[in-house]
């Protein structure tokens, strides 16, 4: 058997170039399973139809939510200790972890993540630059282990013992450059590790079996790799989120396919008219002086006269299949919806761990967390090799063990909802664990397990249900409450009442004495007896308007 037909028993070229198809989409998706209607359709019709198909990437598009779902937790992973190399690398320095700039969260959120869950399967090589003995410094400093990926197609066979591979065949691209050092033709070679006694070494074999070399030319030469294990890692699900929804996304591009054609080629009315002995039974006008019979002229803005007892009209084709045939689309997409969440909720890694049997002890309750897992699981592998080729200490890898799919919208609805059932509730520990659950609804998700805990520990210690200011206003001026329990309940601290209180008086003394006259002092002149003499003389003038009125009323009456 030659190498390039070797593949393990597990190897699925069927099924993943199902879901590689609708991972990639776009045209050659369409090209690959758009159907024709029938034999009905021939072929003109159906490149017309195929040609403005559009590409419905529903399914693809309900796993990119999952994908940006943990993708928006990687800020909270924890990458402790290891060498100072890893944690430069890591952070996207000396040219990151691909050589291209990445940091660890880019590479695993857009290369890792996509493939595992489409595909069910990547694998990541770890790769060591060779380092001559003219380096400089600079040079050497930059080369570091650096990781790429193969996709599950080209993971073509493999040898395990114990959970680790003692053989191992990959796919690969390569290319061969001109005379000007540019790329012209790629081929593909395969790349055979094996460890032996100790150590690994690799070779690379063409598709005819021959042994050759990085540049592609005839060798014997055998590299080998100053590690002691296959540097591999593979990150797998027990099956691809796609498995159950990729026929729904090919029932899907074919019935929208098919309602663009209806609606295109059905969008035009017939005129009709009831037939009339005096003319033709095809519509046709009087014959003319040649002998040629000539069809009518009709449409909206054409007049007809008739002799029928109905009145001629334009017929359309009934709208009912192509209403069937949204409807149907429809049930597709939440039958698509509610097979990815059962998807996700099967999810299992395909391993069985301390690490996994630790993290099912902290109640892991979601396919999310689950994904988590196997990325952390993986994650720890790809670091210990890194550590192994520069002989340090592995890094501490920790992910979050809560992931959510919902929007920060929808969590704050549904925490305005129990929001407004909080004063509902007489009970005080009811309120206080409808204000937990308000709690774990918006920040579940957003901060790490700790710093929730501590959250809630603190609801708990609270003496006070509520911190919402308008409430307690309305219960202050009541006078249901003190100045002081509102102050704390607010979170203020406890003298920070009794502060408030005398910068309140000291701001109603100012005001006092800005609204007294200019010079009062200085003219050693009483206020309360000018206070007191401005009285009596408003209340003399009110007298005597009172006297004029009286007086005046009286020569009326007169």
Avoid: C
């Avoid at 193969?150 to 390569?174: G, Q």
């Amino acid at each position: 058997m030659k190498l390039s037909t070797s593949v393990h028993p597990e190897y699925d070229e069927t099924s993943w170039e199902k879901y590689r198809y609708i991972m990639d989409g776009g045209d050659d998706f369409i090209d690959k399973y758009l159907e024709s209607y029938s034999s009905r359709e021939d072929v003109v019709d159906f490149t017309i139809r195929k040609r403005i198909t559009p590409n419905p990437s529903f399914a693809s598009g309900s796993i990119t939510d999952i994908k940006n779902a943990i993708f928006q937790r990687m800020h909270d992973i924890l990458r402790v200790g290891g060498s100072k190399e890893f944690q430069e690398v890591y952070a996207g320095k000396l040219n990151g972890v691909d050589l291209s700039g990445a940091t660890a969260n880019y590479f695993i959120g857009n290369k890792i993540l996509p493939e595992l869950l489409n595909m069910g399967k990547v694998g990541v090589y770890v790769d060591m630059p060779l380092i001559s003995g003219q380096a400089t410094v600079a040079d050497s400093s930059t080369k570091h282990p650096y990781y790429y990926v193969y996709k599950t197609e080209a993971i073509r066979n493999w040898v395990k013992e114990n959970d680790k591979f003692t053989l191992l065949l990959l796919e690969e691209t390569a290319l061969t450059y001109d005379e000007f050092g540019l790329p012209d033709e790629e081929y593909t070679r395969y790349r055979m590790l094996t460890k032996e006694d100790g150590q690994v070494t690799v070779r690379f074999y063409d598709t005819d079996d021959k042994q050759i070399d990085l540049d592609g030319r005839y060798t014997n030469e055998v590299y080998v790799l100053e590690i002691e294990d296959i540097p591999f890692v593979v990150f797998e699900l027990n099956y691809s989120l796609l498995k159950n929804i990729a026929n729904h996304q090919i029932a899907l591009l074919n019935l929208e396919s098919s309602d663009i054609g209806y609606a295109l080629k059905s969008n035009f009315p017939f005129y009709v008219e009831q037939e009339n002995r005096m003319t033709s039974g095809h519509l046709k006008n009087e014959e003319s002086v040649d002998g040629d019979d000539r069809e009518i002229t009709a449409g909206g803005s054409t007049g007809r006269t008739y002799s029928t007892e109905q009145a001629p009209s334009f017929i359309h084709p009934s709208p009912a299949p192509l209403m069937a045939s949204i409807e149907k689309q429809k049930q597709l997409k939440d039958d698509i919806r509610t097979l990815i969440n059962l998807a996700l909720s099967a999810v299992q890694p395909k391993f069985a761990s301390a690490a996994a049997k630790e993290h099912d002890e902290h109640g892991l309750e979601s396919g999310l967390s689950f994904i988590g897992l196997i990325l952390e699981h993986g994650e720890r592998q790809l670091a210990a090799i890194f550590s192994d080729y520069i002989n340090s200490t592995p890094p501490t890898i920790q992910y979050p063990t809560r992931y959510a799919l919902k929007s920060d919208q929808e969590r704050i609805d549904e925490a305005k909802a129990l929001n407004d059932m909080l004063d509902k509730i007489p009970s005080k520990k009811g309120q206080k664990a409808i204000t937990k659950l308000m709690a774990r609804k918006l920040l579940d998700a957003k901060v790490s397990q700790d710093e929730l805990l501590t959250i809630l520990k603190e609801i708990d210690d609270a003496k006070y249900i509520t911190s919402d200011p308008n409430i307690l206003s309305i219960d202050l001026e009541k006078g249901l409450v003190s100045t002081q329990t509102a102050s704390t309940a607010r979170g203020y601290a406890d003298d920070e009442a009794e502060k408030a209180k005398t910068d309140h008086a000291e701001r109603v003394q100012r005001i006092q004495d800005a609204q007294t006259p200019r010079g009062v002092d200085d003219l050693g002149t009483d206020v309360d007896s000018s206070k007191l003499e401005k009285q009596q003389s408003q209340n003399s003038d009110l007298s005597d308007d009172t006297h004029k009125k009286v007086r005046g009323n009286a020569v009326n009456t007169n």
